[in-house]
């Protein structure tokens, strides 16, 4: 998930489908995008990142607790 790049979406005010449009991406890439389900290509990162003029690094920063969740479900054990 790219958690700072649903930061810059919502200080912007900007909607998702409304970026989308301004960058003619389809809504359902960038949404897969947003989420990290899916990696932008370059050209994708530097538009997204200009068009909310933020700094590209920062917006596609990995959201390391969500990669763990993500690679290591939880097995119903608790820790204590």
Do not use: C
Not at 12 to 19: A, K, V, Y
């Amino acid at each position: 998930m790219y958690t700072n790049l649903k930061i810059a979406l919502w200080r912007s005010g900007i909607h998702q489908n409304r970026l989308a449009h301004a960058l003619q991406l389809d809504e359902a890439i960038l949404s897969r995008i947003v989420n990290g389900l899916r990696e932008p290509t370059p050209d994708q990162r530097n538009k997204i990142a200009i068009y909310l003029k933020a700094d590209e690094q920062w917006l596609f920063a990995r959201d390391v607790e969500f990669l763990k969740r993500r690679s290591n479900p939880a097995d119903g054990s608790q820790e204590d």
